[in-house]
């Protein structure tokens, strides 16, 4: 289990090191980890004049696994686009054909009053978010700003995609339906696209009902993104698996992060044909509270339990992970971005070592 560990910048080293403490103990338990850490975005930009140095992307491409803990910062915002911190997440994302991005938003009972949103909405919320992460407009080319006949300048981009990069990512979410099967044993995908108006979506949609055929046990339905970005916060448990391409993609889970009421909560997966994968979780760097032992390492932990489970094959850690994070809320211990009156509000170190303590 060879994982390359890059901590990247802002608070991206704080929680990356209570993800360490529970590998630790899977190590202690004789689990085969092999660890190593490079750096990435701002701080491979300050090691190696480059936010994806070669040494960082060599070395994720011979790992199994990579764990990311964030990357950017105010130091970088005068850098050109090219050298910026964002731009080490971009290339590897796509250096590794890292196209399937999981994002699941899971409600934990003990969170129920940090969301937005009614406890009779969100309660037992259990939804995951599957975006395809290297096509679509932030790729096709071609894009730019030309100027015209009259003087004003005019820009544009392509939104694209192919049937094998629709068919691929429709594979990833119909098996994940499938291992969500409920007690009759039925999945549910809901894919999202804009058909009405977009040829890409019209491809899109034809190339998933063809997949579709393939997996007859998962139901498979249809939404437009807007209608699914209203009913995501109107009755967000209709949903089981949302399959949806990358800019779609982005803002849905965005919107559904808030559902389970903080971004400190929530994990994600980019993975490969082979389910190599990228963990990391949802949030940036958060510069703001960065080096102050505030920051929520939850969603970072999480990631491993999904790196466990879609890399490894090991749902039984995941579980474990898991059953310890909600061990640690149960007793109600918080951090900062989660905390409610009367609850012990604890750093983001004494969070990871709750969370050891509880595996
Ligand atoms: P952000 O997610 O870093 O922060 C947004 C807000 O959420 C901030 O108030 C922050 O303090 C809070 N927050 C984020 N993570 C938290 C945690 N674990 N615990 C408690 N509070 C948390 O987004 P931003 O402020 O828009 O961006 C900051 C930097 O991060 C930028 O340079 C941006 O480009 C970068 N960014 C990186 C990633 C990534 O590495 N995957 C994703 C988004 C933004």
Redesign the pocket.
């Known amino acids: 289990m060879k994982i390359a560990v890059l901590p ?1 910048d ?2 991206g080293p704080e ?1 990356i090191a209570q993800a360490a403490k529970v590998l630790e103990i899977f190590r202690l338990e004789g689990l085969p980890l092999e660890l190593e850490y490079a750096p990435i ?1 701002g701080a491979g930009y300050d090691a190696n004049g480059d936010p994806l140095p070669d040494a960082t992307l060599k070395l994720a491409q011979e790992s199994d696994a990579i764990l ?1 803990g ?4 105010y130091k970088y915002d005068a850098l050109p686009r090219l050298l910026r ?2 731009q080490g ?1 971009l290339r590897i994302r796509k250096g590794l054909n890292l196209f399937a991005n999981l994002r699941p938003a899971l409600l934990y009972p003990e969170l129920v009053s940090a969301s937005t949103l009614r406890p009779e909405i969100i309660s037992g919320l259990d939804i995951i978010i599957l975006r395809e992460l290297t096509g679509d407009i932030y790729f096709g080319q071609p894009r730019g700003t030309r100027m015209l006949a009259n003087g004003e300048r005019q820009s544009f981009d392509t939104m694209l995609y192919s049937e094998s990069e629709i068919r691929r990512v429709a594979h990833v979410g119909f098996s994940i339906a499938m291992q969500r099967a409920d007690a009759s044993g039925r999945g549910r995908l809901c894919s999202v696209d804009k058909a009405n108006v977009l040829d890409t979506s019209m491809l899109w949609r034809e190339v998933v009902i063809e997949v579709a055929k393939e997996y007859p046990a998962v139901d498979l339905s249809h939404m437009y993104v807007d209608n699914a970005a209203m009913q995501l916060v109107r009755a967000p448990k209709q949903f089981d698996v949302i399959l949806t391409g990358n800019i779609f993609g982005d803002i849905l889970s965005d919107e559904a992060s808030m559902l389970t009421g ?3 909560m929530l994990p994600s997966a980019s993975l490969d044909e082979n389910n190599k994968g990228l963990y ?2 949802c ?7 960065a080096g102050q032992d ?4 939850l ?1 970072t932990i999480l990631s491993l339990a999904m790196m466990m489970r879609y890399t490894f094959a090991r749902a039984d850690i995941a579980q474990r992970i898991e059953a310890s994070v909600q061990k640690a809320l149960r007793r109600g211990l918080r ?3 989660i905390a409610e009156l009367g609850m012990k509000i604890v750093g983001t170190s004494a969070m990871g070592d709750a969370v050891a303590e509880a595996l």
């Open positions: 990247g802002g608070i929680i975005g990311l964030a990357v950017g910062g911190p964002e997440l903080s971004i400190g990391e979780p949030h940036g760097s958060a510069p703001d509270i505030i920051a929520n390492p969603a951090t900062k971005d």
